[in-house]
């Protein structure tokens, strides 16, 4: 079975501090592997994507991500945290012969703290 | 670019009503997905269409839901009777097409609250 896990429900940052959500799968076959933001009363937010190649994907508003395969990992980051940042973060997988269909993590909580 | 729409916002009816959701994807975009969102999880698809067919739907309900997509855009989700665990959020999104790598567009979902 395929499946996301997010090990921190919340995390707390200081504001111009790095960033990281963590991020690790469990998949049969080769993944792609996502990251979505949500704001309150909002839907979820595409941030950046992991299909192949280089292992360090960039994407919107200055975050970053890093596949590691051999620790089945994809954490978020970013050099310096804004307070608009906060908000939930979501990971997903997504395994082409598996029907295509997306596996969300539970989400995680992060905190800017001014 | 207008995004995934979706109406209403918010909704809150007895258990053993029925609700309907509407969804308008973003142009051009063939696969829609309609996904149920309990707080504290991570959203949990329903239902994928390609253009008007359905692609997956194995973990719909099927004695209480019901999705449709007659003309290949535009999409309902329906429940009938609702229940008191269907209260989430139900999101619509879509994308380019059911390719692995395509990343999916959310609208802004339907809080559902059944008393």
């Known amino acids: 079975a395929q499946s996301v896990a997010q090990p921190e429900d919340q995390v707390n940052v200081a504001e111009g501090n790095p960033l990281t959500v963590k991020c690790t799968y469990s998949v049969s076959g080769n993944p792609y592997l996502f990251w979505y933001v949500q704001y309150p009363n909002r839907g979820l937010q595409f941030l950046l994507k992991y299909i192949t190649g280089d292992n360090l994907v960039k994407g919107s508003y200055g975050f970053e991500a890093e596949f590691n395969k051999s620790q089945t990992s994809f954490h978020l980051k970013k050099p310096s945290a804004l307070v608009s940042d906060s908000a939930l973060y979501f990971c997903?997988?997504?395994?082409?012969?598996?029907?295509?269909?997306?596996?969300f993590g539970t989400g995680t909580s992060l905190t800017v703290i001014p | 670019e207008a995004g995934v729409a979706q109406s209403p916002r918010y909704k809150i009816i007895e258990k053993r009503q029925s609700v309907a959701f509407w969804c308008n994807p973003i142009?051009?975009?063939?696969?829609l997905y309609w996904y149920q969102q309990i707080l504290g999880q991570g959203p949990k698809l329903l239902i994928q269409f390609q253009n008007n067919g359905v692609v997956d739907d194995s973990q719909l309900p099927k004695d209480r839901f019901s999705a449709e997509r007659l003309k290949g855009v535009d999409s309902t989700l329906k429940i009938q009777p609702a229940k008191l665990e269907d209260s989430a959020v139900y999101l619509c999104a879509s994308s380019l097409g059911r390719l692995a790598w395509y990343e999916q567009y959310f609208g802004p979902g339907t809080r559902l609250t059944v008393t």
């Open positions: 142009s051009g975009h063939a696969t």
């Open positions: 997903a997988v997504r395994v082409y012969n598996t029907g295509n269909q997306f596996y």
